[in-house]
Antibody
Framework: QVSLKESGPGILQPFQTLSLTCSFSGFSLGTSNMGVGWIRQTSGKGLEYLATIWWDDDKYFNPSLNSRLTVSKDTSNNQAFLKITSVDTADTGTYYC???????????WGQGTLVTVSS | DIRMTQSPASLSASLGETVNIECLAS??????LAWYQQKPGKSPQLLIY???SLQNGVPSRFSGSGSGTQYSLKINSLQSEDVATYFCQQYNNYPTFGAGTKLELK
Protein backbone atom coordinates (compact mmCIF):
# COMPACT_ATOMS: atom_id res chain seq x y z
CA GLN A 1 0.00 0.00 0.00
CA VAL A 2 1.57 3.24 -1.19
CA SER A 3 1.59 6.18 1.20
CA LEU A 4 3.36 9.54 1.06
CA LYS A 5 3.52 12.38 3.57
CA GLU A 6 5.02 15.82 3.22
CA SER A 7 6.56 17.81 6.03
CA GLY A 8 7.77 21.39 6.06
CA PRO A 9 8.08 24.63 8.03
CA GLY A 10 4.48 25.84 7.64
CA ILE A 11 5.43 29.50 7.51
CA LEU A 12 8.54 31.31 6.35
CA GLN A 13 9.62 34.79 5.37
CA PRO A 14 10.39 36.22 1.92
CA PHE A 15 13.86 35.44 0.58
CA GLN A 16 14.24 32.38 2.81
CA THR A 17 14.75 28.86 1.48
CA LEU A 18 11.86 26.42 1.65
CA SER A 19 12.84 22.86 2.58
CA LEU A 20 10.32 20.05 2.28
CA THR A 21 10.61 16.36 3.07
CA CYS A 22 8.54 13.56 1.56
CA SER A 23 8.46 10.37 3.61
CA PHE A 24 6.94 7.43 1.79
CA SER A 25 6.21 3.72 2.10
CA GLY A 26 4.95 0.97 -0.16
CA PHE A 27 7.56 1.53 -2.85
CA SER A 28 11.28 2.16 -3.20
CA LEU A 29 13.17 4.82 -5.09
CA GLY A 30 15.69 2.09 -5.72
CA THR A 31 13.24 0.36 -8.06
CA SER A 32 13.74 0.87 -11.78
CA ASN A 33 11.59 3.59 -13.33
CA MET A 34 10.28 4.84 -9.98
CA GLY A 35 10.10 8.54 -9.26
CA VAL A 36 8.90 11.05 -6.69
CA GLY A 37 7.39 14.22 -8.04
CA TRP A 38 6.60 17.55 -6.43
CA ILE A 39 3.53 19.58 -7.31
CA ARG A 40 2.03 22.64 -5.67
CA GLN A 41 -1.42 24.16 -5.71
CA THR A 42 -1.72 27.89 -5.39
CA SER A 43 -4.57 30.33 -5.71
CA GLY A 44 -2.70 32.11 -8.46
CA LYS A 45 -1.63 29.26 -10.75
CA GLY A 46 -3.68 26.25 -9.70
CA LEU A 47 -1.80 22.95 -9.95
CA GLU A 48 1.82 23.56 -10.92
CA TYR A 49 4.46 20.93 -11.55
CA LEU A 50 7.78 21.56 -9.82
CA ALA A 51 10.16 18.64 -10.26
CA THR A 52 10.69 14.87 -10.30
CA ILE A 53 13.60 12.82 -9.01
CA TRP A 54 13.95 9.37 -10.53
CA TRP A 55 15.32 6.07 -9.26
CA ASP A 56 18.61 6.57 -11.12
CA ASP A 57 19.03 10.11 -9.67
CA ASP A 58 17.92 11.71 -12.91
CA LYS A 59 16.08 14.97 -12.22
CA TYR A 60 13.46 16.82 -14.20
CA PHE A 61 12.40 20.38 -13.47
CA ASN A 62 9.79 22.93 -14.42
CA PRO A 63 11.92 25.22 -16.63
CA SER A 64 10.33 28.37 -15.22
CA LEU A 65 11.47 27.46 -11.69
CA ASN A 66 14.58 25.45 -12.49
CA SER A 67 17.08 27.95 -11.13
CA ARG A 68 15.40 27.95 -7.70
CA LEU A 69 14.77 24.23 -7.27
CA THR A 70 16.84 21.41 -5.84
CA VAL A 71 15.63 17.83 -5.45
CA SER A 72 17.39 14.95 -3.75
CA LYS A 73 16.62 11.57 -2.22
CA ASP A 74 17.62 9.19 0.55
CA THR A 75 16.75 5.81 -0.88
CA SER A 76 17.67 3.87 2.23
CA ASN A 77 15.26 5.84 4.40
CA ASN A 78 12.48 6.20 1.81
CA GLN A 79 12.61 9.98 1.69
CA ALA A 80 12.79 12.65 -0.99
CA PHE A 81 13.53 16.34 -0.57
CA LEU A 82 12.71 19.61 -2.28
CA LYS A 83 14.32 22.99 -1.75
CA ILE A 84 13.12 26.27 -3.20
CA THR A 85 15.36 29.27 -2.78
CA SER A 86 14.38 32.91 -2.34
CA VAL A 87 10.66 32.40 -1.75
CA ASP A 88 8.09 35.15 -2.03
CA THR A 89 4.33 35.42 -1.43
CA ALA A 90 3.60 33.79 -4.79
CA ASP A 91 5.09 30.57 -3.41
CA THR A 92 2.31 30.33 -0.82
CA GLY A 93 0.24 27.20 -1.36
CA THR A 94 -0.15 23.50 -0.68
CA TYR A 95 2.81 21.34 -1.66
CA TYR A 96 2.34 17.70 -2.61
CA CYS A 97 4.75 14.88 -3.19
CA UNK A 98 3.66 12.12 -5.54
CA UNK A 99 4.73 8.77 -6.90
CA UNK A 100 5.47 8.37 -10.60
CA UNK A 101 6.40 5.30 -12.58
CA UNK A 102 8.14 5.58 -15.95
CA UNK A 103 6.34 8.73 -16.96
CA UNK A 104 5.25 11.92 -15.27
CA UNK A 105 1.72 11.03 -14.37
CA UNK A 106 1.08 11.00 -10.65
CA UNK A 107 -0.48 7.81 -9.36
CA UNK A 108 -0.32 8.51 -5.62
CA TRP A 109 -0.31 11.80 -3.75
CA GLY A 110 0.53 12.82 -0.21
CA GLN A 111 -1.97 14.74 1.88
CA GLY A 112 -0.13 17.99 1.13
CA THR A 113 1.52 20.51 3.39
CA LEU A 114 0.49 24.16 3.51
CA VAL A 115 3.31 26.64 3.11
CA THR A 116 2.73 30.32 3.80
CA VAL A 117 5.27 32.98 2.87
CA SER A 118 4.72 36.13 4.87
CA SER A 119 6.76 38.89 6.38
CA ASP B 1 5.15 25.11 -22.35
CA ILE B 2 2.04 23.21 -23.42
CA ARG B 3 -1.17 24.94 -22.39
CA MET B 4 -4.15 22.83 -21.35
CA THR B 5 -7.59 24.40 -21.76
CA GLN B 6 -10.44 22.69 -19.94
CA SER B 7 -14.13 23.17 -20.57
CA PRO B 8 -16.51 23.85 -19.08
CA ALA B 9 -15.10 25.60 -16.01
CA SER B 10 -18.13 24.46 -14.04
CA LEU B 11 -20.91 22.01 -14.63
CA SER B 12 -24.17 21.12 -12.93
CA ALA B 13 -25.67 17.68 -13.57
CA SER B 14 -28.31 15.35 -12.13
CA LEU B 15 -27.77 11.95 -10.53
CA GLY B 16 -27.66 9.24 -13.18
CA GLU B 17 -26.75 11.67 -15.94
CA THR B 18 -23.75 11.30 -18.26
CA VAL B 19 -21.14 14.04 -18.01
CA ASN B 20 -18.40 15.02 -20.44
CA ILE B 21 -15.41 17.23 -19.67
CA GLU B 22 -13.11 18.41 -22.45
CA CYS B 23 -9.43 19.22 -22.49
CA LEU B 24 -7.63 20.92 -25.38
CA ALA B 25 -3.85 20.93 -25.62
CA SER B 26 -1.99 23.76 -27.36
CA UNK B 27 -0.06 21.16 -29.39
CA UNK B 28 -0.14 17.44 -30.09
CA UNK B 29 0.54 15.51 -26.85
CA UNK B 30 0.32 12.01 -28.39
CA UNK B 31 -2.12 10.70 -25.76
CA UNK B 32 0.23 11.61 -22.88
CA LEU B 33 -2.73 12.73 -20.82
CA ALA B 34 -4.02 12.02 -17.33
CA TRP B 35 -7.23 12.94 -15.51
CA TYR B 36 -7.54 13.59 -11.77
CA GLN B 37 -10.42 14.06 -9.35
CA GLN B 38 -10.04 16.38 -6.36
CA LYS B 39 -12.62 16.61 -3.59
CA PRO B 40 -12.67 19.63 -1.25
CA GLY B 41 -9.83 19.54 1.25
CA LYS B 42 -8.31 16.42 -0.33
CA SER B 43 -5.42 15.60 -2.63
CA PRO B 44 -6.02 14.91 -6.31
CA GLN B 45 -6.63 11.26 -7.20
CA LEU B 46 -5.56 9.72 -10.52
CA LEU B 47 -8.47 8.45 -12.61
CA ILE B 48 -7.06 7.95 -16.12
CA TYR B 49 -3.57 7.85 -17.69
CA UNK B 50 -2.38 7.44 -21.27
CA UNK B 51 -5.64 9.18 -22.26
CA UNK B 52 -7.81 6.08 -21.84
CA SER B 53 -6.29 3.68 -19.27
CA LEU B 54 -8.30 3.36 -16.08
CA GLN B 55 -6.26 3.52 -12.89
CA ASN B 56 -6.65 0.51 -10.58
CA GLY B 57 -9.61 0.87 -8.24
CA VAL B 58 -11.36 3.61 -10.22
CA PRO B 59 -15.02 2.82 -11.04
CA SER B 60 -15.70 1.79 -14.62
CA ARG B 61 -18.21 4.61 -15.06
CA PHE B 62 -15.17 6.82 -15.65
CA SER B 63 -13.60 6.68 -19.10
CA GLY B 64 -11.18 8.74 -21.15
CA SER B 65 -10.77 9.23 -24.87
CA GLY B 66 -9.09 11.44 -27.41
CA SER B 67 -5.95 11.92 -29.42
CA GLY B 68 -3.78 14.67 -30.82
CA THR B 69 -4.82 17.86 -29.07
CA GLN B 70 -8.38 16.95 -28.01
CA TYR B 71 -9.31 14.76 -25.05
CA SER B 72 -12.35 14.09 -22.93
CA LEU B 73 -13.36 12.51 -19.64
CA LYS B 74 -16.77 10.83 -19.52
CA ILE B 75 -18.65 9.96 -16.35
CA ASN B 76 -21.57 7.60 -16.89
CA SER B 77 -24.47 7.43 -14.46
CA LEU B 78 -23.32 10.27 -12.20
CA GLN B 79 -23.18 9.43 -8.49
CA SER B 80 -23.23 11.82 -5.53
CA GLU B 81 -19.63 10.89 -4.67
CA ASP B 82 -18.51 12.20 -8.07
CA VAL B 83 -19.02 15.80 -6.96
CA ALA B 84 -15.50 17.19 -7.23
CA THR B 85 -13.16 19.24 -9.36
CA TYR B 86 -11.57 17.43 -12.30
CA PHE B 87 -8.19 18.27 -13.83
CA CYS B 88 -6.43 17.15 -16.97
CA GLN B 89 -2.63 16.98 -17.14
CA GLN B 90 -0.27 16.41 -20.04
CA TYR B 91 3.12 14.76 -19.66
CA ASN B 92 4.40 14.83 -23.21
CA ASN B 93 6.61 17.72 -22.18
CA TYR B 94 7.19 18.93 -18.64
CA PRO B 95 3.82 18.42 -16.96
CA THR B 96 1.13 21.08 -17.11
CA PHE B 97 -2.41 21.00 -15.76
CA GLY B 98 -5.73 22.36 -16.87
CA ALA B 99 -7.49 24.91 -14.67
CA GLY B 100 -10.13 22.42 -13.58
CA THR B 101 -13.83 21.69 -14.02
CA LYS B 102 -16.01 21.96 -10.94
CA LEU B 103 -18.82 19.40 -11.05
CA GLU B 104 -21.88 19.95 -8.88
CA LEU B 105 -25.23 18.23 -8.50
CA LYS B 106 -28.28 19.86 -9.98
Amino acid sequence: QVSLKESGPGILQPFQTLSLTCSFSGFSLGTSNMGVGWIRQTSGKGLEYLATIWWDDDKYFNPSLNSRLTVSKDTSNNQAFLKITSVDTADTGTYYCTQSWQRNWFAYWGQGTLVTVSS
Amino acid sequence: DIRMTQSPASLSASLGETVNIECLASEDIYSDLAWYQQKPGKSPQLLIYNANSLQNGVPSRFSGSGSGTQYSLKINSLQSEDVATYFCQQYNNYPTFGAGTKLELK
